[in-house]
């Protein structure tokens, strides 16, 4: 009998639980377990983390079974757009400054979107750079630095 | 009854101070501001302006943030109404005959009726805490471990039953969050869990960047993808005042929607959704005709918004009296409350009484800015809406970014932050929903810690759970709700509601 994987939602789903519960299960030997009166730090995640690998491979076995849509496309672009831009200003904040941070966050994620343009990117980018400013450093008071040379 | 009165006049001159006062007209300006704009809902909203209120002192910063949520779901009835798109999922009902009231011009009076059904259910509520608020938090002073244990574990059960989707994948979503929850030093032996040797993770995860990552920037990278489309209603919003006719229809759904989300707030779970889906069913069975419905039924919009606040306002009771979040916005609010060095519980009453009944009295003021400020400012509100999402989305994701950097001044939380977007965006795309997630991450060290306590008054027998009767009682109220879902008929209708609330 070949089996067929009739979800991919549940397939994909069922192998990232049973990752993330092995993670954590196998995590936990490094740990003191400890006993049921005085549990140690491995104890709770140990058993959650076989908790987790055992209802994904349940979801897994699912995935064989019942019938589901496929998932939509993942949108690449958007993804590492979005989260490159992100990134980008965790990267920046503390060595090019707020506005740095600012322009790199807005102008990457534009990138994302379906229409993109320049001017569009550059005048929000530069509203938003104002904005910034006067809502956390003049409003808020918060700690940051404007530029690398402030 | 004296005290009940005195109470709420501590409250009121706390919520009537000017500074707050200002506090709380902010929230519920910048909530309805961004709960106006398609594509982010009231978790995204309470995360992304969370980080104004990191200066403030606890009392107003609290003020804020729940004028910031009801401001939010309020904003979500106004896109539901003019744009058909839910703002957020508990006003998917709200679309079905909001929408359809505005396509016949008359969108003012379906606007108008939401907000009074709103305030009435909102005060309502509000009476409501300040009733039970105290007697609740007395009877928590008697919980010891193993009852808090046992409600908490009620609580995640309850939060998955009710909600929509798959059961199994929303119990895995639970454990990966208690998993993430205890990611840091452990309490008892001081040891490093799971860090992995980076110092930052010895603190522990920052529920800022899992909920900004997880809600904010997963729901950004779905909304690219999808592409908003957007029809808006704005030529059309027409006269506010409703008929007296319409007045008529709606005050019984009013009464029936607050009724009964009354009843679905108290209950542990985020119940928002169920409690208008239960409002709309009940109207409509009600009705002498109900092919109105879908067709721009007033009842349709009266009942499910009054039910929909009705139950946003009384699940602050069991976050306010035992400490337990009942849903992914109770769950910020923790977050919130933890950063600004309050803990959760009964405790918060009595040792802050003015924070307590401050934040109570707020929420009634709040109710009523919501009315004075939505409806001269409609106008507004639509022009916010008629904003492409292309000019919008950079700025959310630079008020994330700045929110999570700001938490510990680190950048390594706007990293991870980044991280939770790419596990958010997939396990929403697998059909693993988000919210459990947060709750089990809010709840997972606290569940630790009580579990282990327990235990150890026990000395390592676990039948306490179930020798004692209160922590039995949850423990089988959470079976029994494990149990009717695997009954054929009640999976059937889960289903039903999931499908609709899917479209």
Not at chain 2, 162 to 187: E, N, P, Q
Not at chain 2, 230 to 258: A, C, H, Q, Y
Request: hydrophobic residues 50%; charged residues 10%.
């Amino acid at each position: 009998m070949a089996l067929k994987i009739r979800s991919i939602k549940d397939f994909n789903a069922g192998l990232m639980f049973i990752g993330i519960g092995s993670v954590f299960a196998f995590g936990a030997s490094q740990y003191p377990m400890g006993t049921a009166v005085r549990m140690g730090p491995a104890y709770f995640p140990t058993f959650l983390g076989w908790g987790t690998i055992a209802l994904g491979l349940f979801v897994l076995i699912q995935s064989f079974v019942s019938e589901d849509k496929p998932p939509t496309p993942t949108a690449w672009r958007a993804l590492i757009l979005v989260l490159g831009a992100v990134c980008a200003f965790g990267a920046l904040i503390n060595t090019g400054g707020l506005i740095a941070a600012t322009l790199a966050v807005v102008i990457i994620s534009a990138l994302g979107g379906h229409e993109f343009t320049w001017k569009a990117a550059i005048t929000s980018a530069i509203i938003l750079s104002i904005a910034m400013w006067a809502i956390f450093l003049k409003g808020l008071g918060l700690p940051f630095q404007l530029f690398p040379w402030s | 009854m004296t005290e009940l009165f005195s109470n709420l006049a501590l409250g009121f001159s706390v919520a009537l101070n000017l500074t707050n006062l200002m506090y709380c007209f902010i929230g519920v300006f910048l909530g309805t501001l961004i709960g106006v704009l398609p594509g982010i809902g009231p978790v995204a909203t309470i995360a992304m302006l969370l980080p104004i209120t990191f200066n403030l002192p606890p009392t107003p910063a609290l003020i804020m943030l729940a004028g910031i949520y009801y401001g939010a779901s309020y904003g979500g009835s106004t896109t539901a109404i003019l744009v058909n798109l839910p703002g957020e999922s508990s006003s998917v009902v709200t679309c079905i005959d909001g929408y359809q009231m505005g396509r016949q011009g008359r969108a003012g009076p379906a606007l108008a009726i939401s907000a009074i059904g709103s305030f009435f259910a909102g005060t309502v509520g509000t009476v409501l805490i300040a009733l039970f608020g105290p007697p609740l938090a007395e009877l928590a002073f008697e919980f010891g471990a193993a009852e808090y244990f046992s409600m908490m574990a009620l609580g995640l059960v309850s939060a998955v039953v009710l909600a929509h989707g798959s059961l199994i994948k929303a119990v895995c979503m639970i454990l990966v969050g208690l998993l993430l929850g205890i990611v840091g030093t452990d309490v008892n032996s001081g040891m490093a869990r799971y860090s992995f040797g980076i110092s930052e993770l010895s603190d522990g995860i920052g529920f800022v960047s899992v909920a900004m990552g997880m809600f904010g920037f997963g729901e950004i990278i779905a909304n690219l993808e999808q592409g908003i489309q957007r029809e808006v209603n704005t030529s059309k919003v027409g006269s506010l005042m409703p008929s007296w006719t319409d007045l008529k229809m709606s005050f019984g759904p009013i009464m029936r929607g607050t009724a009964l989300g009354t009843i679905f707030g108290l209950l542990p779970g985020s119940h928002t959704v169920i409690a208008a889906f239960s409002s709309y069913t009940l109207e409509k069975k009600l009705t002498k005709d109900p092919s109105r419905f879908g067709k721009g039924a007033i009842e349709g919009v009266a009942g499910p918004e009054s039910a929909n606040n009705a139950a946003a306002q009384t699940s602050f009771i069991p976050l306010l009296t035992l400490g337990i979040p009942t849903g992914a916005v109770m769950a910020l609010m923790v977050g919130a409350m933890t950063i600004q060095g309050i803990a959760p519980g009964p405790q918060v009453m009595t040792q802050k009484p003015d924070l307590f009944w401050g934040m109570i009295a707020s929420m009634w003021v709040g109710n009523l800015m919501l009315v004075i400020l939505n409806l001269p400012l409609i106008g507004m509100w639509v022009q916010f809406l008629k904003i492409p999402y292309r000019l919008l989305y950079p700025g959310i994701i630079l008020f994330c970014c700045i929110g999570a950097f700001s938490v510990n001044n680190s950048p390594a939380e706007v990293y991870l932050a980044a991280m939770f977007g790419f596990f958010g965006y997939f396990s929403n795309k697998w059909g693993c929903e988000p919210g459990p997630l947060l709750l089990g991450f809010v709840l997972g060290p606290l569940m630790e810690e009580n579990l282990r306590r327990a235990m150890l008054i026990s000395r390592g027998d676990a039948t306490v759970f179930f020798t004692r009767p209160i922590s039995a009682g949850m423990l089988i109220v959470a079976i029994f709700l494990l149990l009717i879902i695997v009954v054929p008929q009640v999976r059937k209708k889960r289903e039903e509601v999931a499908y609709e609330s899917a479209d």
